[in-house]
Structure formats: C-alpha cells, structure tokens
C-alpha cells in the first residue's frame, strides 16, 4: 500500500522551530522528487520545498535561509526542518512523492 504519513506538527511561538516528518511507504522513495507544499485558510496550496533523487533541493523565497529539507534513505523518511517560524507559516502541511502521492498533512500554527 502506497503512502505518506505526516507528523511532527503542532504549536509554536514566532522564532521557534519545528521539524516535520514524512514516512513514505509501499515506494523507494529517493527514487522520486519529494517535496513539502503548505495550504493556508482560504489560499491555494503552495510549494515550499522539493528534492530530487540526486539531492538537490528548492525552496520558496518565502522559507529560503529558514527551513531546510532533507530526507534519510535508510528510513525512508523526509523532513523538513524549520526555524525562525513566522505567523504567516501558519498552515496544513503537506508531503508530496512526484506530485501524485499526498499525504493527509500535518497542522502547524505559530
């Protein structure tokens, strides 16, 4: 059974950190770009960050210097490491394998 499964969100004062996770099974997932998109109340989904199966990462301007994303083959596992937390990163978060597997998203609110 494909899937992702989120977890790592929650509440946090602006300046703090939270890591997220995405535990990816029933798929390699290194073969595949992995990436992280966020949905506010009452805005459309958006990128925040990606990585593809050599390594190489992206991110929106929004998070650049703030959040980092990486992803541990051995456990099959993504994150996404994020500091110096905004009010304006208030959002669902999602994990994403090559654009077509989602997983059900984890809250973040600060």
């Known amino acids: 059974h494909v899937q992702l499964v989120e977890s790592g969100g929650g509440s946090v004062q602006a300046g703090g950190s939270l890591r997220l996770s995405c535990a990816a099974s029933?798929?390699?997932?290194?073969?595949?770009?992995m990436g992280w998109f966020r949905q506010a109340p009452g805005k459309e989904r958006e990128g925040v960050a990606g990585?593809?199966?050599?390594?190489?990462?992206r991110y929106a301007d929004s998070v650049k210097g703030r959040f980092t994303i990486s992803q541990d083959n051995a456990k099959s596992t993504l994150y996404l490491q994020m500091n110096n937390l905004k009010t304006e990163d208030t959002a669902r978060y999602y994990c994403?394998?090559?654009?077509?597997?989602w997983g059900q998203g984890t809250q973040v609110t600060v």
């Open positions: 994403v394998a090559a654009l077509q597997i």
């Open positions: 029933g798929f390699t997932s290194n073969r595949y770009r």
């Open positions: 990585i593809d199966s050599n390594g190489r990462t």
